[in-house]
């Protein structure tokens, strides 16, 4: 027989070895498992209001371009501060036909509950809407409901979803609400200033 | 010795995990500040937009003695953005400008401003005709100006270096 | 007895054995890493749209400015072509191009696409460009011109003030619409104010009449004065009572006079003012020439002015000054009267403004006896000249046109048509506002037709019977009535027009007179007429009754003796020169741009070959007119494509016009409306045959005759759609 296979004739780990590899691997695994629990918390965390932030700001980018293409005299209502609205109607521009311009239906944006919907063709058999988000918070952050200005932007009581209107400027605010456990809750506010591009009054 | 050759491999990838977390985290706040930054940037553009053409100027440019509702009362070519720290050296504590063709001290009389057909500013596309006429001159065309090329610079200190935004365009006479 | 080489074997491990655990921490890495990489390519995404939407913002408001260029471009009469997909303007840290193309409705389209890093953007504006309005002609035929009447041709500004009022004299109170209502209104007006101050001076003269009798005992207290020499202290004492006496008595009679003063204020004021109003100015304005009755006291004397002051003073000695059998005092309205001068014939003018002209020659009163009056420009055809007696004065210029002028054809809207209108009957109809057509028009013998705006009304024909009478109600809006035959106002008729606005009101007369026909526009209506007087293809007859305020237009004219024509010059000032913003939109970027994080890789081109905005406007379509003072200081002028024009030597611009060809036909002599707007062909030699070619580089320009087709009238509102 060959030195080699006696040796590996007796090949194996003690006991103590085991317990001792066991333990080391136990221990870094916990380590690491705590850490990479900690760190997959901080991450789920992070992403779930980098998703939100996002979230927030393209629906705002959504309102914000639907209004860019509205008739500024269409604006219902066009309130302006300290009052705002949280749904606002507004005609848009669809094309021209036979030398005149052509209007789309009355289009809205309004704040339903926690949604935030556009809807055309409104209160009619047509009617259509989307749903661009349900994540929408009762009120504006910082704002509650006692006919004062809280968060000193200027608006009373603003919703989630507010409408300010200025000659033909329009204000939008937005604040997104989202569970982030334990009875928490995590809100992310966006604001924007966009012009109203079309005036109806500029060609009959 | 696998054990420790395995051992060290871990630490390494777990290393490199939690420096990718880092980074992430970390260009998260950049993004948080470009998106803040770039929505003070077109808000203003927008605000701008909404002011009688005619007035643009005179709201936004340093001169506070022109302002069309009364001395200092213009929002003035410099604001700060909400959200953003300035940078160290930013005067007054200001992050956004309005850059116009716009010269200062024309005839090096201080504290005086003209908007100039002949302002040199290759991003801004000057010198160019401003008031219609064809024609580049060197005078002040501030009060029938038709075209007006600006850019918005912003600087600010982000959480891990200072950091800049620009956005350029152009306002123009739509009516009357 | 086995040694145990634990050491040994342990650096050793069973070869089926070893490597396991490099094997295991190979998984775990690997589901680390596998884990990193996913949250890493999460983070990137989100990190690449937040990016990608920042920059899609920035070519957004790239996009904007090349929307912006281009709208300025259009506005000083480019076609707003601003470079090009593969040669597009450097704008900032991004580029953009503006596609330009016409539509049938002759507005413009302006299609914008910045870029801006990894952002794209398309918007699109659609424009109508501002056309000068025909009116700037003021009294304009495109026949030769032969007045041998009186003739007064002057100018007024609308936005001034009313002609009458310009001319110097007082605006004359709009006409009553209801007369009787009127008189009696003011009937009981004057019957109340006549009870009024009879009242009150009835109470006046009593008042007076307390205070005589009051004073009267004190004379003999008063005559003999206060001698403190004597020693009669009794007399003294009587006397000083007597002053206080008096005293009291003239205030309580001026407190007396003031009260009632203010009463008959305050009956006139309030009480009686409502019944004033009731009366229009008109009537208001007869009134004043009405005698005022006398007010009379109490001991039939007229009391034609209480003065307190005179009377405390004249209570002294003697009684109350009262005149007596005074005359009656009326108040006249002075009727306003120029001074005669030597050349006044007309009465009341304003002395300037006033534009006569035509494409050939003008003759006015050759037989030297004949007034006429221009006070203002007289500009005959082009090579032709004015030809006038010794008896016309002219004000202003009398050069001749350098150009011949092309009226345009009418725009005549399409509105559904109704059978004859021919009103008889004793109501006044009214046509409300709105859109409305008639196969004719006919408004007979006392019959009253309202025209109401805003309103467009398109008739066959329009006539007006002897005592007929239509009224052009522009209160609310403008009115455009479209005649497409013959318009017939004979004498006898009255035509209004409500405001003293000549903007509000256009009478366009589409119809063409048949050869060797009598003009079929005939004016005789009695009418102070506010508004614009177009007909381009039939000759216009005017007569001495009908006074135009404003302009007309028409391809003859025949003008009575007698005629005053005044040109309203706000023409000139009116409107804004802007292009009209029809609407504007998001469009979709297109296929060969999108992607892709370098512009200029994904276009093709070269950064450093790309121009700036303002140099970058596409100006083989443009045809530009300039006179202009060069860097020495020479004035110098230009005609023919801006392309070739360099605009680096001009320090300044003295007047300068661009037409647009290609889109909008450059007409040769003698050639009326023959081409159409949108996709019309030019009749240039060597050019492109679609109008929204973008600027095509390979034109043939040597052989063109650019003074001969310069047509500055070209681009007129009414131009658009020609043989559309």
Not at chain 2, 135 to 155: E, F, G
């Amino acid at each position: 027989m060959s030195v080699a296979r006696r040796i590996g004739s007796r090949a194996g780990f003690t006991i103590l070895e085991l317990l001792l590899a066991l333990g080391l691997l136990a221990i870094v695994a916990q380590k690491t498992f705590v850490m990479l629990t900690a760190a997959s918390k901080a991450t789920a965390t992070d992403t779930s209001a980098l998703v939100l932030e996002e979230k927030a700001r393209r629906v705002l980018q959504q309102v914000a371009m639907t209004i860019m293409s509205a008739d500024r005299d269409s604006l219902v209502p066009g309130v302006e501060a300290p009052l705002d609205t949280d749904a606002l109607r507004f005609k848009v521009h669809l094309g021209v036909e036979n030398g005149e311009v052509v209007w789309s239906e009355p289009e809205e944006i309004v704040q339903k509950g926690q949604k935030v919907v556009w809807r055309s063709y409104v209160a009619t058999e047509k009617e259509r809407h989307i749903t661009w988000t349900n994540l929408v918070a009762p009120f504006l952050e910082g704002e509650i409901p006692n006919g004062m200005d809280d968060n000193g932007n200027g608006v009373i009581d603003e919703k989630g979803l507010s409408f300010e209107v200025d000659r033909s400027a329009v204000t939008i605010r937005l604040t997104l609400a989202q569970a982030a456990g334990e009875g928490d809750e995590r809100l992310q506010t966006v604001e924007t200033v966009v012009t109203c591009r079309n005036l109806q009054e500029a060609k009959e | 010795m696998e054990v420790a050759v395995a051992l060290a491999i871990l630490a390494t990838v777990v290393g490199l995990f939690l420096g990718t977390i880092g980074a992430t985290a970390r260009q998260r706040w950049v993004n948080r500040e470009n998106a803040v930054v770039a929505e003070a940037v077109c808000s203003l553009v927008e605000r701008m937009r909404n002011e009688d053409f005619a007035d643009v100027v005179r709201l936004y440019n340093a001169d506070p003695f022109d302002d069309p509702r009364g001395p200092g009362t213009a929002p003035g070519n410099a604001m700060r953005i909400a959200g953003v720290i300035p940078t160290e050296d930013a005067e007054a504590g200001m992050s956004m400008w309005i850059t116009f063709p716009i010269t200062e001290e024309p005839d090096g009389i201080e504290g005086t401003w003209e908007l100039r057909e002949d302002f040199v500013d290759a991003r801004l596309g000057t010198p160019r005709d401003l008031n219609g006429d064809s024609v580049i001159d060197d005078l002040d065309h501030a009060s029938d100006y038709a075209i007006l090329p600006m850019r918005v610079d912003a600087a600010w200190q982000g959480r891990f270096s200072q950091r800049t935004f620009q956005m350029q365009t152009m306002l123009v006479r739509y009516r009357d | 007895m086995r040694e145990t080489h634990l050491h040994g074997r342990a650096h050793r491990a069973h070869p089926g054995r070893r490597g396991s655990a490099l094997a295991m921490s190979l998984v775990a890495a690997s589901s680390v890493a596998i884990l990193s990489a996913g949250f890493l390519q999460l983070s990137s995404a989100v990190t690449r749209r937040q990016a990608g939407a920042i920059e899609n913002r920035q070519a957004f408001y790239m996009a904007e400015a090349g929307l912006g260029e281009a709208f300025n471009a259009v506005h000083i009469g480019r076609s707003g072509q601003i470079g090009s997909m593969s040669e597009p303007a450097a704008f900032g840290g991004g580029f953009f191009w503006v596609d330009s193309a016409p539509t049938p409705e002759g507005d413009i389209r302006l299609e914008c696409t910045g870029m801006a890093g990894s952002g794209r953007a398309t918007l699109e504006l659609l424009v109508t460009p501002v056309q000068e309005d025909v009116a700037l002609l003021g009294v304009f035929s495109e026949e030769a011109l032969d007045v041998d009447g009186e003739l007064l041709i002057d100018g007024f500004d609308s936005q001034h003030g009313e002609y009458v009022e310009q001319a110097g004299g007082e605006p004359e109170p709009a006409a009553c619409d209801d007369p009787d209502e009127c008189l009696k209104a003011l009937e009981k007006y004057e019957l109340e104010v006549a009870k009024l101050n009879a009242d009150i001076d009835e109470k006046l003269a009593k008042v007076a009449a307390d205070l005589a009798a009051s004073l009267a005992p004190l004379d003999g207290y008063l005559s003999g004065g206060y001698d403190d020499d004597d020693d009669d202290d009794d007399d003294d004492d009587d006397y000083r009572k007597a002053l206080e006496y008096q005293r009291l008595y003239r205030a309580k009679y001026a407190e007396d006079v003031a009260k009632l003063e203010a009463e008959r204020e305050k009956k006139l004021g309030e009480e009686l003012k409502s019944l004033r109003d009731k009366s229009c100015d008109a009537c208001d304005a007869g009134v004043a020439t009405a005698p005022v009755a006398p007010a009379l006291n109490g001991f039939g004397r007229q009391l034609v002015d209480i003065d307190v002051d005179v009377l405390r003073d004249d209570f002294l000695d003697v009684q109350v000054p009262l005149a007596d059998g005074a005359e009656p005092v009326g108040v006249q309205l002075d009727v306003p009267q120029d001074a005669p001068s030597d050349e006044e014939t007309f009465g009341t003018h304003t002395g300037s403004g006033g534009l006569l002209g035509s494409n050939g020659p003008i003759t006015l009163g050759t037989d030297g006896v004949t007034q006429i009056e221009i006070h203002g420009d007289v500009e005959p055809g082009s090579g032709t000249d004015l030809t006038a007696g010794g008896s016309v004065y002219v004000a202003g210029d009398t050069d001749a046109r350098d150009e011949p002028v092309e009226l345009p054809p009418i725009q005549v809207p399409n509105v559904a048509g109704m059978p004859a209108l021919k009103h008889d009957g004793p109501v006044p109809m009214v046509l409300p506002a709105g859109d409305v057509g008639f196969e004719s028009i006919e408004v007979a013998e006392n019959a009253v037709l309202v025209v109401r705006g805003p309103a467009r009304v398109v008739a066959g024909s329009f006539t007006l019977l002897a005592g007929a009478e239509v009224e052009f109600d522009t209160t609310d809006g403008q009115v455009d009535l479209f005649v497409t035959g013959a318009v017939n106002m004979v004498p006898g008729s009255y035509v209004e027009t409500t405001q003293p606005d000549p903007s509000q009101l256009t009478l366009q007369v589409s119809g063409v007179d048949a050869d060797g026909a009598d003009p079929s526009v005939v004016l005789e209506a009695e009418s102070q007429f506010y508004g614009t007087i177009y007909s381009p293809d039939a000759g216009v007859s005017v007569g001495a009754s009908f006074e135009v305020y404003g302009a007309l237009i028409a391809h003859s004219l025949d003008l009575a003796p007698g005629v005053r024509l005044h040109f309203d010059n706000a023409y000139s000032a009116k409107g804004s020169t802007l292009p009209d913003i029809v609407a504007w939109s998001v469009s979709e970027v297109p296929a060969a741009v999108r992607g892709g994080n370098d512009p200029m890789q994904r276009i093709g081109a070269d950064r450093g070959d790309l121009r700036l905005p303002a140099d970058a406007h596409v100006l083989d379509e443009v045809l530009i007119n300039v006179e202009y003072v060069d860097d020495t200081g020479a004035v110098c002028d230009f005609v023919g494509p801006e392309s070739e024009f360099d605009w680096d030597g001009v320090r300044s611009v003295i007047e300068s016009r661009r037409v647009l060809i290609g889109s909008r036909a450059l007409r040769n002599e003698g050639d009326r409306g023959s081409a159409a707007a949108g996709g019309a062909t030019s009749s240039m030699p060597g050019s492109p045959s679609s109008p929204d070619s973008g600027g095509d580089q390979n034109w043939d320009w040597s052989d063109v005759d650019w003074e001969a087709l310069w047509d500055p009238w070209s681009d007129y509102k009414y131009s658009q759609n020609d043989g559309a």
